[in-house]
């Protein structure tokens, strides 16, 4: 079993659609939370990260983060075509290697 | 911000031959830089964890001798592929810890490598 699990899709969703991507882990001990959107062909941007259990919005991205479910979700509102990526869960304990989901191919349809 | 560049963006050599790829932190310190190979439709497959001033340390299954890492200051780390074979042709991605944030990585913008 991997120690953290996503969905590699392909997800693909109408523009204006709110999307919901998850992750899955099993090491209780993760204490830090980010997601990354990566565009084809480039290297993997930082879009949010959270510690411990919680919610954290920044503009039409939400974070969320379920401890004791060990499950981590990001949804994005008024969906673009921009936002069309593959998006990468990542977790560690603090200053530890980060652990990745295997990305999700994400297309929004103008 | 954090920038991280890497070059060169894109490299064809011929096998048998040696490729160096550069990681620079552009704004900020790093004491801590990844190295990442991602196939295609693949999620980063950590290689090794790069400090500075100290050797390397590779995860299981990657050739230290092949892989070569060098991290000479605190705002770059090179990687250099040794007697690359077509099989080493991947996406190498590095990423650099911040010192005061250590929970975040940065990711440059990656390196296509392909040998003929």
């Known amino acids: 079993q991997k120690e953290v699990e996503q969905d590699p899709g392909p997800l693909s969703v109408p523009e204006g659609a709110i999307v919901s991507l998850n992750c899955t882990y099993s090491?209780?001990?993760?204490?830090?939370f980010m997601w990354y959107r990566q565009y084809s062909r480039k290297g993997p941007e930082l879009l949010m990260y959270?510690?411990?259990?919680g919610n954290k919005e920044d503009g039409r991205f939400t974070a969320q983060v379920d401890k004791s479910s060990k499950y981590i979700s990001l949804f994005i509102r008024d969906s673009q075509p921009s936002d069309s990526a593959t998006y990468l869960c990542?977790?560690?304990?603090?200053?530890?290697?980060?652990?990745f989901g295997q990305g999700t191919r994400l297309t929004i349809n103008p | 911000g954090a920038v991280v560049s890497q070059h060169p963006s894109r490299v064809i050599c011929k096998s048998g031959t040696s490729v160096k790829i550069e990681c620079r932190s552009l704004?900020?310190?790093?004491?801590?830089m990844f190295w990442y190979r991602q196939f295609p439709k693949k999620s980063l497959m950590l290689m090794a964890t790069?400090?500075?001033?100290?050797?390397?340390?590779?995860e299981q299954g990657v050739e230290k001798d092949k892989f070569l890492i060098n991290h000479a200051s605190l705002t770059l780390s090179t990687l250099t592929v040794t007697s690359a074979h077509p099989e080493d042709s991947s996406f190498y991605i590095c990423?650099?810890?911040?010192?005061?944030?250590?929970?975040?990585?940065?990711f440059g913008p990656g390196t296509r490598l392909t040998v003929t």
């Open positions: 990423s650099a810890r911040k010192q005061a944030r250590s929970y975040e990585q940065y």
């Open positions: 090491n209780s001990a993760f204490q830090y």
């Open positions: 959270t510690y411990s259990s």
């Open positions: 990542a977790m560690n304990r603090g200053a530890q290697k980060l652990v």
């Open positions: 704004d900020f310190q790093a004491t801590t």
């Open positions: 790069s400090n500075e001033g100290s050797k390397a340390t590779y």
